[in-house]
């Protein structure tokens, strides 16, 4: 049985039931603010004294992320870290008593790079609540969306985010030694990227100048292109409706998105190559880097892309047609598989807001799902978004972001566990075009212009670190590839079938009370939205976003969230500095980038004593005026 | 945005930010109308709400090949505040910046991070921009910001919020409006001053690193 924490247990048929005779099953125990200054006392007294460096005056108030962390350089280790999401933006709020068909469109609005995925997870939230059944192209036309969007997504992360932090630019900075190997270095896969050797690839990985770089910015335009074709624009598609899709299709359209599609065929190959060989690099020069970024492999995925022969909306079916999704979800804790239920998924999440801005509520509306299966009052069905701005403190509450638990454990979410839950599940329909082996994931990747038609296997890796998430996200194109495929290939047969319907008209109703949950994920990985529908108005919504999840603040009981504990773990391998005045902190950065932070998904601005809030992306932006 | 293939007209004001997505503080709509009213009958120029990030934007100019509007004229929150409800007006005179700031930039824009001096020099970076542009910016501080909009939900419009914050939204919006349709039609813009990229705010890293050091 998948919990260990929470006290649920199952019968034979599956169902969850509270274990007998717990008193208090959802109760915790609250760390104390003075544990932690002791502990914090401690660390100062072992370590001298702690020193601010590079804390220039605020000179422009822009992002939504601080990380803040203590750094021993003799030791080479990270003593103490703090994530913060430094805003509100409260679409909860903003949600709240609102018609239940602009939840798509407004929180789309949630994230500035990926606003497709809140539209089609709130889609799917409200479908659920509603009884509404998108027909099958309609299914199948929002798997292409979506995937457009990881397309989209996961090459600017490699080559543009995080793959500067591998540059010669940088890597000369930081470590001359490593650069001095890698300009001889051969690489293993130049049959698939044309590069001769590691410092090749570092050269063109620079920021700004780097042809891997450019070419990134390039290729995550033809995505966006492909996905126009289809949604109409980008970003904040209006297409995405409960129901399925309003996009008119017609052969032309198929021909012109498969072209754009069709370019990623070498691209895909390229970005596997290119990584597997800087990061086989990276270890083969210093194996401390197995620890950058270092974590047990605890993560989740809702599964994505829905199979048009299965998905019906129902929460009743949801573990059926979840299973038949064209990645699996899942629930892995330290590489172990434990669930691959959505209702487990479902069932043992919960949000805490004892380190955030917020207040804790009340209400306990919900103590079932609607299949009886127990739920938490910290469930985000009974959760109540209560804004509360304070002052920052470390020992109390520091962040905007709330912590989310599954089991009461904090877990990662990204793009990789998506290739993580899937190789391992062994539930993957059967594709012409990838298959889950229990171990790894197989990828047939076709023909492109210049390369030949490759198989390419992700293997589960043995280590869980920053390294690892990035090659996974580099594997996740050719996987987001592939799926794509396999669903314009069956768009094609739907409508060679006369199949032309893509949305399911529905009103809805003035009366009655009904929940739903959207179960999805962003480029960035887990995402889900919650609603609660009344007498025809929303009267709660909740969004958990993959960066609420990694950027969280700490537990109530002390266990750190996984930008927290990952920068915990990493090992200073930086070596050309001489004190604080150079230091540049490399490895925390490869550490933190390598979850893709993304903190407008995580971030809200919020009306100061009241429940008001507004829209905005960062507090720089002409939201301000808007 | 891309996917809109029209063709540009020669002059093209744009909103940096969002379209609102509350009822009780339409200052957004509210500007695209006072703009729009102000070019009310000329066909060559174009208002246009720009919600997206920096680089979506340069791939939408990109996107236009030879047919860019010669003049653009962008709206947005200035990245600092001193004078709050403050409206000033800049031609943009571009500039790189070294490498690394230019990649924190970067960066930035590609998290989501809608910023008016972001569009203007990750713009110039990717040399997108015609020859004559312009930024209308307001001073609109974080902290006042939430207060703006309680005062809105307190039904304290008008005079009201300029008591509570010092200065009126409409007083802004009005201000805004005229400023950026004088630089879209009227030749006085070349008179505005002038600002390049080293003038704009310095980006901080998302870091903060805390060194143990010997007592």
């Given at each position: 049985?998948?919990?260990?924490?929470?006290p649920?247990?199952?019968?034979?048929?599956?169902?969850?039931?509270?274990?007998?005779?717990?008193?208090?099953?959802?109760?915790?125990?609250?760390?104390?603010?003075?544990?932690?200054?002791?502990?914090?006392?401690?660390?100062?007294?072992?370590?001298?004294?702690?020193?601010?460096?590079?804390?220039?005056?605020?000179?422009r108030?822009?992002?939504?992320?601080?990380?803040?962390?203590s750094?021993?350089?003799?030791?080479?280790?990270?003593?103490?870290?703090?994530?913060?999401?430094?805003?509100?933006?409260?679409?909860?709020?903003?949600?709240?008593?609102?018609?239940?068909?602009?939840?798509?469109f407004?929180?789309?609005?949630?994230?500035?790079?990926?606003?497709?995925?809140?539209?089609?997870?709130?889609?799917?939230a409200?479908?659920?609540?509603?009884?509404?059944?998108?027909?099958?192209?309609?299914?199948?036309?929002?798997?292409?969306?979506?995937?457009?969007?990881?397309?989209?997504d996961?090459?600017?992360?490699?080559?543009?985010?995080?793959?500067?932090?591998?540059?010669?630019?940088?890597v000369?900075?930081?470590?001359?030694?490593?650069?001095?190997?890698?300009?001889?270095a051969?690489?293993?896969?130049?049959?698939?990227?044309?590069?001769?050797?590691?410092?090749?690839?570092?050269?063109?990985?620079?920021?700004?100048?780097?042809?891997?770089?450019?070419?990134a910015?390039?290729?995550?335009?033809?995505a966006?292109?492909?996905?126009?074709h289809?949604?109409?624009?980008?970003?904040?598609?209006?297409?995405?409706?409960?129901?399925?899709?309003?996009?008119?299709?017609?052969t032309?359209?198929?021909?012109?998105?498969?072209?754009?599609?069709?370019?990623?065929?070498?691209?895909?190959?390229?970005?596997?190559?290119?990584?597997?060989?800087?990061?086989?690099?990276?270890?083969?020069?210093?194996?401390?880097?197995?620890?950058?970024?270092?974590?047990?492999?605890t993560?989740?995925?809702?599964?994505?892309?829905?199979?048009?022969?299965?998905?019906?909306a129902?929460?009743?079916?949801?573990?059926a047609?979840?299973?038949?999704r064209?990645?699996?979800?899942?629930i892995?804790?330290?590489?172990?598989?434990?669930?691959?239920?959505l209702?487990d998924?479902?069932?043992?999440?919960?949000?805490?807001?004892e380190?955030s801005?917020?207040?804790?509520?009340?209400?306990?509306?919900?103590?079932?799902?609607?299949?009886g299966?127990?739920?938490?009052?910290?469930h985000?069905?009974?959760?109540?978004?209560?804004?509360?701005?304070?002052?920052?403190?470390?020992?109390?509450?520091?962040?905007?972001?709330?912590?989310?638990t599954?089991?009461?454990?904090?877990?990662?979410?990204g793009?990789y566990?998506?290739l993580?839950?899937?190789?391992?599940?062994?539930?993957?329909?059967?594709?012409h075009?990838?298959?889950?082996?229990?171990?790894?994931?197989?990828l047939?990747?076709?023909?492109?212009?210049?390369?030949?038609?490759?198989?390419i296997?992700?293997?589960v890796?043995?280590?869980?670190?920053?390294?690892?998430?990035?090659?996974?996200?580099?594997?996740?194109?050719?996987?987001?590839l592939?799926?794509?495929?396999?669903?314009w290939?069956?768009?094609?047969?739907?409508?060679?079938?006369?199949?032309?319907?893509?949305?399911?008209?529905?009103?809805?109703?003035k009366?009655?009370?009904?929940?739903?949950?959207?179960?999805?994920?962003?480029?960035?990985?887990?995402?889900?939205?919650?609603?609660?529908?009344?007498?025809?108005?929303?009267?709660?919504?909740?969004?958990?976003?993959?960066?609420?999840?990694?950027?969280?603040?700490?537990?109530?009981?002390?266990?750190?969230?996984?930008?927290?504990?990952?920068?915990m773990?990493?090992?200073?391998?930086?070596?050309?500095?001489?004190?604080?005045?150079?230091?540049?902190?490399?490895?925390?950065?490869r550490?933190?980038?390598?979850?893709?932070?993304?903190?407008?998904?995580?971030?809200?601005?919020?009306?100061?004593?009241?429940?008001?809030?507004?829209?905005?992306?960062?507090?720089?932006?002409?939201?301000g005026?808007? | 945005?891309?996917?809109?293939?029209?063709?540009?007209?020669?002059?093209?004001?744009?909103?940096?930010?969002?379209?609102p997505?509350?009822?009780?503080?339409?200052?957004g709509?509210?500007?695209?109308?006072?703009?729009?009213?102000?070019?009310?009958?000329?066909?060559?120029?174009?208002?246009?709400?720009?919600?997206?990030?920096?680089?979506?934007?340069?791939q939408r100019?990109?996107?236009?090949?030879?047919?860019?509007?010669?003049?653009?004229?962008?709206?947005?929150?200035?990245?600092?505040?001193?004078v709050?409800?403050?409206?000033?007006?800049?031609?943009?005179?571009?500039?790189?910046?070294?490498?690394?700031?230019?990649?924190?930039?970067?960066?930035?824009?590609?998290?989501?991070?809608?910023?008016i001096e972001?569009?203007?020099?990750?713009?110039?970076?990717?040399?997108v921009?015609?020859?004559?542009?312009?930024?209308?910016?307001v001073d609109?501080?974080?902290?006042?910001?939430?207060?703006?909009?309680?005062?809105?939900?307190l039904a304290?419009?008008?005079?009201g919020?300029?008591?509570?914050?010092g200065?009126?939204?409409?007083?802004?919006i009005?201000?805004?409006?005229?400023?950026?349709?004088?630089?879209?039609?009227?030749d006085?813009?070349?008179?505005?001053?002038?600002?390049?990229?080293?003038?704009?705010?310095?980006?901080?890293?998302?870091?903060?690193?805390?060194?143990?050091?010997?007592?």
């Amino acid at each position: 049985m998948c919990f260990e924490n929470l006290p649920i247990e199952f019968d034979a048929d599956g169902n969850a039931t509270l274990k007998e005779g717990v008193k208090n099953p959802y109760s915790y125990q609250v760390t104390t603010p003075e544990e932690r200054e002791l502990k914090l006392a401690d660390i100062a007294r072992k370590n001298g004294q702690l020193a601010d460096i590079d804390f220039d005056p605020v000179t422009r108030v822009a992002g939504a992320l601080a990380f803040h962390s203590s750094v021993d350089l003799k030791a080479g280790k990270v003593l103490t870290t703090n994530s913060v999401a430094t805003l509100f933006r409260g679409y909860e709020v903003i949600l709240r008593g609102r018609d239940p068909l602009d939840a798509a469109f407004i929180s789309s609005r949630a994230c500035g790079v990926c606003g497709g995925v809140h539209s089609t997870c709130s889609a799917l939230a409200i479908e659920m609540a509603l009884g509404i059944k998108p027909p099958p192209l309609g299914i199948v036309i929002r798997n292409m969306l979506l995937s457009c969007e990881y397309l989209y997504d996961n090459p600017m992360h490699i080559f543009v985010l995080s793959g500067p932090d591998y540059s010669e630019t940088l890597v000369k900075q930081t470590n001359p030694e490593i650069w001095d190997k890698a300009v001889t270095a051969p690489t293993k896969h130049s049959a698939m990227h044309g590069y001769a050797t590691i410092g090749a690839i570092m050269t063109d990985l620079n920021p700004l100048t780097g042809k891997l770089y450019l070419e990134a910015l390039q290729m995550t335009r033809v995505a966006r292109e492909a996905y126009v074709h289809l949604g109409g624009k980008y970003p904040h598609p209006e297409t995405i409706v409960p129901g399925g899709v309003t996009t008119t299709l017609t052969t032309s359209t198929m021909n012109e998105f498969y072209l754009k599609i069709q370019q990623f065929f070498d691209y895909a190959k390229k970005c596997i190559g290119i990584w597997d060989d800087v990061f086989d690099f990276f270890y083969d020069c210093d194996q401390r880097y197995e620890d950058c970024g270092r974590l047990p492999a605890t993560m989740i995925d809702n599964g994505q892309w829905d199979h048009e022969d299965y998905y019906d909306a129902t929460y009743a079916n949801c573990n059926a047609w979840g299973e038949k999704r064209w990645s699996t979800p899942g629930i892995v804790i330290e590489g172990k598989l434990v669930s691959t239920r959505l209702t487990d998924i479902n069932v043992g999440l919960e949000e805490f807001v004892e380190h955030s801005y917020y207040e804790k509520w009340d209400d306990y509306p919900f103590k079932t799902d609607p299949l009886g299966n127990p739920l938490s009052p910290n469930h985000p069905w009974n959760k109540t978004t209560i804004p509360r701005p304070d002052k920052q403190n470390w020992k109390d509450r520091y962040s905007w972001s709330t912590t989310p638990t599954w089991d009461r454990r904090t877990f990662e979410a990204g793009a990789y566990s998506r290739l993580y839950v899937s190789a391992l599940a062994q539930k993957i329909p059967h594709s012409h075009y990838f298959e889950s082996t229990g171990k790894s994931l197989k990828l047939n990747i076709p023909k492109g212009a210049s390369l030949p038609a490759m198989e390419i296997e992700w293997r589960v890796p043995t280590v869980w670190n920053a390294f690892e998430r990035n090659r996974a996200r580099a594997y996740a194109v050719g996987f987001n590839l592939m799926v794509t495929v396999e669903n314009w290939v069956r768009a094609q047969d739907l409508i060679k079938r006369g199949e032309t319907k893509v949305a399911t008209p529905f009103e809805i109703p003035k009366k009655g009370h009904s929940i739903g949950v959207g179960f999805w994920g962003a480029g960035r990985g887990f995402l889900t939205h919650h609603c609660e529908i009344k007498d025809g108005l929303l009267a709660n919504y909740q969004i958990v976003t993959p960066s609420t999840i990694n950027a969280c603040p700490r537990t109530p009981w002390g266990e750190l969230g996984p930008y927290e504990q990952s920068v915990m773990n990493t090992r200073i391998v930086e070596s050309n500095f001489t004190d604080e005045n150079d230091f540049q902190g490399i490895d925390i950065l490869r550490a933190l980038r390598s979850f893709d932070p993304c903190m407008p998904c995580t971030t809200h601005v919020m009306v100061e004593g009241s429940d008001r809030v507004i829209t905005r992306e960062v507090t720089t932006c002409a939201c301000g005026v808007a | 945005m891309i996917g809109d293939h029209d063709r540009l007209p020669p002059v093209l004001i744009g909103i940096v930010g969002y379209s609102p997505v509350i009822d009780a503080y339409p200052l957004g709509p509210t500007l695209m109308a006072a703009l729009q009213s102000k070019v009310a009958g000329r066909d060559d120029v174009m208002v246009e709400n720009m919600t997206w990030g920096p680089i979506h934007v340069v791939q939408r100019f990109q996107d236009e090949g030879a047919v860019r509007p010669r003049r653009v004229v962008l709206i947005g929150a200035a990245a600092t505040s001193r004078v709050p409800g403050r409206v000033r007006g800049f031609r943009w005179t571009g500039g790189d910046l070294p490498a690394a700031a230019m990649q924190e930039r970067i960066y930035e824009a590609v998290t989501g991070v809608v910023d008016i001096e972001n569009t203007l020099v990750i713009g110039s970076h990717f040399k997108v921009w015609p020859d004559e542009i312009f930024s209308v910016e307001v001073d609109l501080p974080a902290d006042t910001f939430g207060n703006m909009v309680i005062a809105d939900s307190l039904a304290r419009k008008g005079e009201g919020a300029a008591t509570d914050h010092g200065f009126s939204p409409q007083a802004v919006i009005t201000e805004l409006a005229e400023l950026a349709a004088t630089f879209a039609i009227a030749d006085g813009a070349t008179t505005a001053e002038a600002k390049s990229a080293a003038d704009c705010a310095k980006v901080e890293s998302f870091t903060r690193n805390r060194i143990a050091v010997d007592a």
